[in-house]
């Protein structure tokens, strides 16, 4: 069996901070609001941004599988590193550009259009051969859920530095250049610059292993073989499935509250960033402890925590915002932050069992049909990611323009634009944007944390409905499975 050596576990986990700083932070969670509140844009082109966004996503979802072949395809020597590197360059040229443009109109809608198509492709190249160099890493159960948990929890570091820089940086009294149009450019290209180093950390650092691990067996680079290979391994089916649900609602839920925050409380980064770092802390700790809770309580037992934690927090989260005095404004965000803490740790603990499943689905394949198909496999995560976050993105573009919040976005915007060419003063931008918000209708808030709760309640509900019913591996029976690998590949090794 394979054991995990220190140096893998950090050089592999400490290279995700860059990426979810730059591409899974900045660029999935905060180019939406960038748009709304830098760019001057009518309903048409808002529109056409959504089908472009939505339409990008479902390209990158049809293309992440055939990635996977070809990964899996791979004759290299190092069989992930490659497409690690080329795919962390494209991605950091691609951020620093989205962020850093000047363009308004039709001609952001085209530029847009180009950026967001070759961010989908750049960084699912990164992404799937990132993930698909896991289970090369490790075959042991307990090596593998420290791997994963130390991951996520860099992953988790990456998301809180984001969370934290970003709306500090680019809304309020500390923005970048006195305009959340210099911040976000300053940021995007500093955060690419991250991304680029932390990756070479893991460049440079891990050692792939591939002794213990079949060698892949060449294959056709097909469509179909792509599709057979998923559609016949349940766990990666199912798992599949549940985490579309999931990046969907909870895609909607936190692009969704950045404008809620604005509008219900005042143009303040500090209150969008005091609301999700304390989330992102508890989610942290999860994280740092899951594989005692994992080795304690067992993965079954641990989702039906989660879930009861994350409906809990929802409901709490919508009731606390309708009905607390909101004359006492901290002591209601404090609240709401307080309760957000509940789906932020069970949505933690949900995504690390389903992200673990997926990896144990590697195993699987091999023990049913003698293939581990790693990069296929992996590619399951990017594929429903992305699809799931585009149909989340998607959603949350029509409840912008459902609830009317567009005409207002676009008057911040244009006021936005004038204090970064120095027309305005920055006393005179603060008081023209509270003055706006100010006159802008409180249902238009309410709806707003409305869909915020109920979308994700529903989706965890459904996704802890289809992780019961489908039987994914338990620990008990992975570790049998893998066992049964073990000495097959022993005899394997002794009639070689």
């Not at 590197?85 to 620093?96: E, M, N």
């Not at 050692?207 to 892949?216: A, C, D, H, V």
Request: charged residues 15%; hydrophobic residues 50%; contains cysteine.
């Amino acid at each position: 069996m394979q054991t995990l050596s220190k140096r893998n576990l950090w050089s592999f986990s400490v290279g995700t901070i860059g990426r979810d700083m730059a591409a899974a932070g900045l660029f999935t969670n905060y180019l939406l609001t960038y748009v709304l509140f830098t760019k001057t844009l009518s309903a048409t082109q808002f529109t056409v941004i959504t089908i472009i966004m939505f339409g990008a996503r479902f390209f990158d979802a049809v293309i992440d599988p055939l990635l996977g072949n070809l990964i899996d395809t791979s004759t290299s020597k190092n069989k992930f590193k490659p497409f690690i590197f080329w795919g962390a360059i494209g991605t950091a040229v691609i951020v620093s550009a989205s962020f850093a443009n000047r363009f308004q109109g039709w001609s952001y809608v085209v530029f847009f259009g180009v950026m967001y198509l070759l961010f989908s492709v750049c960084f699912s190249v990164n992404d799937i051969a990132y993930w698909g160099m896991l289970p090369s890493l490790t075959t042991n159960q307990n090596d593998r859920n420290r791997l994963t948990s130390m991951t996520t929890l860099m992953a988790g570091v990456g998301a809180f530095l984001c969370s934290f820089l970003v709306p500090v940086f680019t809304v309020g009294d500390r923005v970048i250049g006195g305009s959340a149009v210099t911040g976000y450019a300053v940021i995007g290209i500093v955060f690419s610059i991250i991304m680029l180093g932390t990756q070479l950390i893991t460049l440079l650092g891990v050692k792939e292993e591939r002794k213990s691990i079949p060698k892949p067996e060449k294959t056709k680079f097909s469509i179909k073989e792509t599709a057979r290979v998923i559609l016949q391994n349940p766990q990666a089916k199912w798992s599949g499935v549940i985490l579309f649900i999931y990046m969907m609602v909870s895609t909607l839920s936190t692009t969704m509250i950045a404008t809620y925050l604005y509008f219900s409380f005042g143009y303040n980064g500090l209150y969008l960033m005091l609301f999700n770092i304390v989330g992102q802390v508890s989610g942290a700790v999860v994280f740092i402890i899951f594989p005692l809770l994992s080795r304690k309580l067992g993965r079954n037992r641990l989702v039906r925590l989660a879930v009861l934690l994350s409906i809990t927090g929802y409901t709490l989260l919508f009731l606390s915002g309708t009905f607390l005095n909101s004359s006492l404004e901290m002591v209601k965000l404090a609240v709401m932050a307080a309760f957000n803490i509940l789906p932020s740790i069970g949505n933690g603990v949900f995504y690390l069992v389903v992200m673990i499943n997926i990896a144990n689905a590697v195993e699987y394949n091999e023990w049913a049909f003698g293939k581990r198909n790693e990069g296929i496999i992996f590619s399951v995560r990017p594929f429903v990611t992305q699809l799931g976050m585009g149909l989340g993105q998607l959603l949350t573009m029509a409840i912008y323009l459902l609830v009317g919040i567009l005409s207002a976005t676009n008057k911040i915007s244009l006021i936005e634009n004038e204090a970064a060419q120095a027309t305005i003063s920055g006393a005179e931008k603060t008081q023209a944007i509270q003055q706006i918000i100010l006159t802008t209708p409180n249902q238009k808030s309410t709806l707003l944390l409305l869909f915020i709760t109920a979308v994700p309640l529903i989706g965890i509900y459904i996704c802890y409905r289809l992780y019961k019913s489908k039987q994914l591996l338990s620990e008990t029976e992975f570790e049998s499975l893998n066992a049964e690998l073990v000495e097959r590949r022993k005899q394997d090794e002794m009639v070689a």
